[in-house]
């Protein structure tokens, strides 16, 4: 019953940050197609800026309230443990963030979206390859459900998919680094609460930005006040609220139930946006957002063997 209890914690978190996730995309996409115009224009804002931006902007802000809360000797990690969330921050974060927007910018969001949402396929073979976790039909069909949901909700086969091989090698690789975070974060939450986790991978994120692209060159580009705070808000509804929840999820659920889960999030962006920016939802995303709820509900039945009721044992030696 505990373990019970845990899982749907886990469930819990893990949607509501794809909520936000959800709620940041129709931010993004408001701003662009003119539904935020009191922020500015919103050409200016590249790929780039906007994910150095909000992990940079979610790091200023859990550094302090962490540091005043904990002092600085409870914040201290172990080098190796460091260099670990250092490239988690790095190859997972920085890079699912700005090669997923990459992609946006050279092909569509349907196709980022549906090349980025294979992550599920990609973590279960790595928890199979590793003998993490066994394959179960639960869990091929789960994430059989899951991918092709994802593929039906951003509307495949609506003639609105623009191929760009470059494009498509970026949502690939956001796909393989989504996939990294979730299975590296997964291993250091056994070790470390959420919030350290969150603090290091933001840090590790911002310090790579300000290396690829220095901050006199962000302020070169003579952003509004408005434009700022835009940039603000969303790194706080894109990042630190949800990345603080899934992080919190990955503690009670393992990386292939957790990245399941997460295909919630063009779910909601979709219903999001037909509320908000009345857009409409066609039958066949209807039979999307169905198969997608449908994997969270197959992912939760227990398999033959109840090895996983404890998530973190997955890692330990």
Known sequence: MTTNRHALRGYIYIATAAFLWGVSANLGRGAFIGKLAQFGSFDAITPVILSQTRTTFSFLTIFP??????????????????????????????????????AIQRTSVAVAIIVQYTAPVWVLLY??????????????ASVMFAVSGTTLLVGIGTGKLR???????????A???????????????????HWIVLLYTTFSAALFWIV?????KVIASHYSAMQWLFMFIFSIVSVLLPFSLYFAGLRYLDPTRAIVVSCLEPVFSILIAVLVLDE???????????SVLAAIIVIQQPTRKSAETNPGALFEN
Request: no cysteine; net charge positive.
């Open 175 to 193: 796909a393989f680094s989504f996939s990294f975070y979730n299975i590296g974060a997964h291993k250091m939450l056994v070790r470390y609460d």
């Open 280 to 290: 409409t939802l066609s039958t066949i995303q209807i039979v999307g957002v169905l």
């Open 163 to 173: 191929l760009d091989s470059i494009g498509v090698v970026a949502a690939l690789l």
């Open 127 to 140: 928890m199979v390859a590793r003998k993490l976790q066994k394959l179960s039909w639960q869990r091929i």
């Open 65 to 102: 309230v962490l540091l005043m809360n904990r002092g600085w000797s409870r914040l201290r990690l172990a080098r190796p443990d460091f260099l670990r969330l250092l490239v988690l921050g790095v190859l997972g974060v920085a890079a699912s963030n700005y090669f997923y927007y990459l």
């Open 212 to 216: 690829f692209n220095p901050p006199w």
